[in-house]
T-cell receptor, first 113, second 112 residues
Framework: SQTIHQWPATLVQPVGSPLSLECTVE??????LYWYRQAAGRGLQLLFY??????ISSEVPQNLSASRPQDRQFILSSKKLLLSDSGFYLC????????????FGQGTRLTVV | GESVGLHLPTLSVQEGDNSIINCAYS??????FIWYKQESGKGPQFIID?????DKRQGQRVTVLLNKTVKHLSLQIAATQPGDSAVYFC???????????FGRGTSLIVHP
């Protein structure tokens, strides 16, 4: 069966520090991968998606970047965090080809102080 | 989208009542619809889905209704339990599309 792992679960980082959140998927090949952000009590904002290794599409301009160094690994990064980067970050995957449901990780609660 | 920055609407029900959560979707070309449940501090989890060639689909205690004429989707939860308390999101997608569009979300609060 397919599983998605996202870590760390919580993170407190000072303003100006770098960020690296990692997500890996098991049990499937060539998945579509997504990074979402969710502010407290709000909806899901799509940040990045990837349909293959090295292929990254950005949905919103911001202080973050994403990379897909391996088929089932998706990394969210920042060189210098801002206070406004605080939020709940969710990684998700869906089957290649689209038009299907997305499966979410357990999320990372990031607090920038 | 616009829904991202808005506070979630709330539905409060008593334990044992039936709950109905509504969602309006925007793309008339969408042909696949999903409901997710998100418990506090966790990622959304798939509940039930429906394709556009159907107007009703039932699961265990949940039913999804699709009205393509008015682009409306609803989730009915029978005999709501405290464990059903969560935020519920609808999502629409289209065959071949990589990006589902999520609705605003509704916070369901079940009072014992």
């Amino acid at each position: 069966s397919q599983t998605i792992h996202q870590w760390p679960a919580t993170l407190v980082q000072p303003v100006g520090s770098p960020l690296s959140l990692e997500c890996t998927v098991e049990g499937t090949s060539n998945p579509n991968l997504y990074w979402y952000r969710q502010a407290a009590g709000r909806g899901l904002q799509l940040l990045f998606y990837s349909v293959g290794i090295g292929q990254i599409s950005s949905e919103v301009p911001q202080n973050l970047s994403a990379s897909r160094p391996q088929d089932r690994q998706f990394i969210l990064s920042s060189k210098k965090l801002l206070l406004s980067d605080s939020g709940f970050y969710l990684c998700a995957w869906s089957t290649q080809g689209g038009g299907t449901e997305a499966f979410f990780g357990q999320g990372t609660r990031l607090t920038v102080v | 989208g616009e829904s991202v920055g808005l506070h979630l609407p709330t539905l409060s029900v008593q334990e044992g009542d039936n709950s109905i959560i509504n969602c309006a979707y925007s793309n008339s070309a969408s042909d696949y619809f999903i409901w997710y449940k998100q418990e506090s501090g966790k990622g959304p989890q798939f509940i039930i889905d429906i394709r556009s060639n159907m107007d009703k689909r039932q699961g265990q205690r949940v039913t999804v209704l699709l009205n393509k004429t008015v682009k409306h989707l609803s989730l009915q939860i029978a005999a709501t339990q405290p464990g059903d308390s969560a935020v519920y999101f609808c999502a629409e997608n289209k065959s071949g599309s990589y990006i589902p569009t999520f609705g605003r979300g509704t916070s369901l609060i079940v009072h014992p």
